[in-house]
């Protein structure tokens, strides 16, 4: 948690848009900014209880991150199978 907006810097561009709260007071500038977060409950076999916190993701960013990993993949084989020097046949 950040006190100003201005400090807050984004960590993951996966993660939902954080959340800013200002409020002039009297005695001066009141502000903060807050991240959502899930929490998982579990208990394994042994009975042992455990609990996961994480920051609540942005479905849309996922989603882009996965389709930019996948573009570079697929740019790396289009470069290393169809661009290599040896391969393209030029026609006179």
Do not use: W
Not at 28 to 57: H, L, W
């Amino acid at each position: 948690m950040n006190i100003h907006p201005e400090d807050y810097e984004v960590f993951d561009l996966r993660a939902n848009k954080p959340l800013c709260f200002k409020k002039c007071l009297e005695q001066g500038d009141c502000s903060a900014v807050m991240q959502e977060i899930d929490t998982i409950n579990y208990s394994s076999k042994a009975g042992i209880k455990y609990r996961i916190e994480y920051f609540s993701p942005n479905n849309v960013g996922i989603l882009l991150s996965i389709a930019n990993k996948a573009r570079l993949r697929a740019k790396k084989i289009f470069d290393e199978h169809f661009l290599s020097k040896d391969k393209i046949k030029t026609y006179n």
